[in-house]
Structures are given as structure tokens and as C-alpha cells.
């Protein structure tokens, strides 16, 4: 096992527990606009008022050292910053972000940021987001500022979270914003976020910048339903999609043959990929995050483009309906390990939905602790094999905007009752400070 520190954190993200989205400057980003289409969020939820984070910060950081945090994981809102996706900062943006990350380090609560947690400008979005090319300069400009702007507060940084869900959920199903259905633009979105990615990092060393950064991957672990050939090819298509299209260009600068032929199939040639991309987006990594939720279970099938369809799992489901299979996050972490080497890992997200209930002011999640309990055992599992696993942040600290689920859905481990905004510790709150303070020897 490592003898690095290991961080244990919680994270959130700031479209999800900010609001305040039409206060001090704040530009309108792509999801503003997709909440407000009509069918898109359940209830026609939007991000307002979230958990009103952007005026109770304080109070939410005093909750995280109650719980002991020794890490917590936020993202910056480009628009915020930035509020038409180019040209100068907002300066109340930026101080938002600076007063929180001195308020962690006040509290001593290591601050790690995320660059781009799905919250793209809308006025970037109406030049074609992340599915043309100019976006990886617009954003290597934004990232500039907030390096720039919180310098000396933050050390550790993450470029995106889950460029997977950015460019295929966003461009090609149209599950989130922007809400499009192409998966010639799912392919460059990808390419572009990729990119960015990249420039971003070859800034950050090459400006000689004290600190780390990193991208979360949000990565699943590909079973095939039976052991026929075509169900075995179905689940490493998905794996191709969901893994392999991004661990093997960041980290052994190719894109994997199976899904360039695939996806060339579907978009016609990819001439997004331009001479030298790969070796730009295959950076030196301090780290790489991990969100794991669930593993998926294809069958092969006649759907569009890849070609699988998703087998319900014999396992217990969480509210989202996904199956808890803890087991699957050490074979992933193993995996990685295997098939891209020793690089640092920190579990960026983990956690669940349930249908939790106040009663009498507590909320008794024990099904959520049980699933933390399990899945921190996986990565200590992991970890007594060899995985250089650095810190652990529970999704989410508190109960937020689940992206087109809206309110509906509670991960936090605190509470949010949404009419009082009162944060109230929910069972698992307690029980992770006490795990904290157990392994920190207290
Ligand atoms: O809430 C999201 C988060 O924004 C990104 N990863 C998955 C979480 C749960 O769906």
C-alpha cells in the first residue's frame, strides 16, 4: 500500500449547489437554457435555487469541518468567471471562488478544483460548444484566469469531470446540455474536451505552476450479459466507448482502432483528429479521478451505433435504479493499474441515491452507509493489492441538482431541505466523520 496521505473528502459541483445563477455577473451556460426547454429536467427543476451554496458557503464549510473533511471537491462555474466564455474575468465571479478555497484552507480542508464540471457558456455553446475546434482556446483562456485568480489557494485541479458525459450524454444523446442527438458531434465534442484538456496541462507545467492537476473519468467496469461471442464483443464495444476511448488517449496517446472504425462507420471520416492532437492530449498526469458508480451488464443488439443493449443486474438498485456491485470498483482499479500502469488515483465520486425521509429531524440512511462502508472496503481492497489510491470524496456532501433528474434525486450525505434550505447530517454525515477520525487514529 502507498505511504502517501490519503485524503478523505466529499465533493459537489457548482451548477448543482450554487444557484444564484442571474447574480453578480453570472452569464447564462448551457445549462440554464437546456432547464429551461420544456421535458428536458424532471418537474421542470432548474438550478435555482440549488442549495443556495453561492450565499451559504460559510455555513457549508463550517459543516465540513464538523465532518472532519480533510478534502473537498468543488467546481468552478465558467460563467461565473467568465461569463460569455471569452475576454476579461468577472471579478465577483472570481471572488466567490477565492473567499471559499481561503475559507478551506482556514479550516484546513485541502481544496481541489474542478475547471469544468458541465457548465459551458451559452454564448459558446451558440458557436457550437464543444463540437468545433475554437472552444479548446476559449477554454485554455478561461483556465488561465482561474489558475491565475485563485493561485496560491489551490494546488490540486482537475480540467473536466466526465468528458464522457460532456460530449456523448450532451452532443450525441442528448440526455444533457446541450441536448443533441449527433454522434459525429458526440465524437468531436469528445476530440475537443480532450484537447483542451491537454493545452491546459501543457500550460500549467510549462507556466512553471506549483500544485497538480488531473481529469476525472467517470469509468465502469463492461460485463456481457452471457458468454456468447457477440455479447463479449457488445461489452468491449462499451468498454471501447466508456473507458478506452479516453484512458488510452490520455495515457498511451492513441485512440483505440476499434472505436475510430466504429465511430467512422457512424460519422464518416474523423477529421476533428488533427496531426499532433494525441501527443497534446497524452500529457504526464499527477493523477487521474475515478467516479465509480456501477458496472454495466450489455447484451448485443440491434441499437444505433454500438450495437448493445443494458441487462438488469441481480443486485440490489439504488434510486437511480443502478445496481450496487461495490466488487466492481476494485476489479476497475486493478484494471487500471494492469493496463495503464502505476499513476495515482484518487476516487474523485462515489456514492448513491435513495429515497431518504426527515423524520423527526434525522435522516437514518443506512442503506447509503452500507454502500460507502462497501465500496471503501473495495478500494482498500485495491489498495492492499498495489493500487496507488491518494483520497477518497464521497458524491456528494450534500443534496443538490441532479442534472436532468432535478431535485428528485438526494446523493448528498447531508440533507437539503429545500424549502428552509436547513442542512441536516444525515446518518451517513456521521457515520464517515467517524470513519475519518478512525483512520486518522482518533
Ligand atoms: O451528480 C453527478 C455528478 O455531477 C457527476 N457524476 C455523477 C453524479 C451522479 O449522477
Redesign the pocket.
Known amino acids: 500500500m502507498s505511504t502517501a496521505p490519503f485524503i478523505w473528502g466529499a465533493g459537489t459541483?457548482a451548477f448543482?449547489i450554487e444557484g444564484a445563477t442571474r447574480i453578480d455577473g453570472r452569464g447564462e451556460s448551457i445549462w440554464d437554457r437546456f432547464a429551461a426547454g420544456a421535458g428536458n429536467v424532471a418537474n421542470g427543476d432548474t438550478g435555482d435555487p440549488a442549495c443556495e451554496h453561492y450565499f451559504r458557503w460559510r455555513e457549508d464549510i463550517d459543516l465540513m469541518a464538523e465532518l472532519r473533511l480533510q478534502g473537498y471537491r468543488f467546481s468552478v462555474s465558467w460563467p461565473r468567471v467568465q461569463p460569455a466564455g471569452r475576454g476579461p474575468v468577472n471579478p465577483k465571479g472570481l471572488d466567490f471562488y477565492r473567499r471559499l478555497a481561503e475559507g478551506l484552507r482556514e479550516r484546513g480542508i485541502q481544496p481541489l478544483a474542478t475547471l469544468y464540471?458541465?457548465d459551458l457558456p451559452q454564448a459558446l455553446q451558440d458557436e457550437g460548444g464543444w463540437a468545433q475546434r475554437d472552444v479548446v482556446e476559449r477554454y485554455a483562456e478561461y483556465a488561465r484566469l482561474v489558475l491565475d485568480g485563485l493561485d496560491g489557494l489551490v494546488e490540486d485541479w482537475i480540467t473536466h469531470?466526465?468528458p464522457w458525459?460532456t460530449s456523448f450524454l450532451g452532443y450525441a444523446q442528448g440526455i444533457k446540455a446541450p441536448g443533441l442527438r449527433d454522434w459525429a458531434a458526440g465524437v468531436r465534442a469528445a476530440h475537443h474536451a480532450l484537447l483542451a484538456h491537454g493545452v491546459v496541462v501543457r500550460d500549467f507545467r510549462a507556466a512553471g505552476r506549483a500544485g497538480r492537476i488531473g481529469i476525472t473519468l467517470?469509468l465502469t467496469v463492461a460485463r456481457p450479459a452471457t458468454q456468447s461471442a457477440e455479447d463479449i464483443a457488445a461489452a468491449e464495444r462499451l468498454d471501447g466507448h466508456h473507458n478506452r476511448w479516453f484512458l488510452d488517449a490520455l495515457l498511451r496517446g492513441a485512440y483505440p482502432g476499434d472505436m475510430l472504425e466504429l465511430y467512422e462507420r457512424e460519422t464518416g471520416p474523423l477529421d476533428a483528429i488533427a496531426p499532433g492532437d494525441l501527443e497534446t492530449i497524452a500529457q504526464p498526469l499527477d493523477f487521474l479521478g475515478v467516479?465509480f458508480?456501477r458496472p454495466n451488464l450489455v447484451a448485443a443488439d440491434v441499437s444505433p451505433v454500438l450495437g448493445l443493449r443494458e441487462v438488469e443486474q441481480d443486485a440490489e438498485v439504488t434510486a437511480?435504479d443502478w445496481p450496487v456491485v461495490p466488487e466492481a470498483l476494485t476489479e476497475l482499479l486493478l484494471r487500471i493499474k494492469r493496463d495503464y500502469g502505476d499513476l495515482p488515483l484518487l476516487i474523485t465520486?462515489n456514492?448513491a441515491?435513495f429515497q431518504d425521509r426527515l423524520d423527526d429531524g434525522e435522516v437514518d440512511d443506512e442503506r447509503r452507509v452500507a454502500y460507502l462502508r462497501a465500496h471503501i472496503a473495495a478500494v482498500e481492497r485495491a489498495r492492499a493489492q498495489g493500487v496507488d489510491v491518494r483520497g477518497y470524496y464521497v458524491?456528494?456532501l450534500l443534496d443538490?441538482f441532479?442534472?436532468e433528474w432535478g431535485y428528485e434525486?438526494r446523493?448528498g450525505i447531508v440533507y437539503v431541505d429545500y424549502a428552509t434550505q436547513r442542512r441536516i447530517p444525515k446518518s451517513s454525515a456521521l457515520w464517515y466523520r467517524d470513519l475519518i477520525a478512525r483512520r486518522n487514529g482518533g
Do not use: L, P
Open positions: 459541483a448543482q464540471h458541465w469531470n466526465e458525459v467517470d467516479n458508480y437511480m465520486e456514492g441515491a458524491w456528494s443538490n441532479e442534472w434525486q446523493f
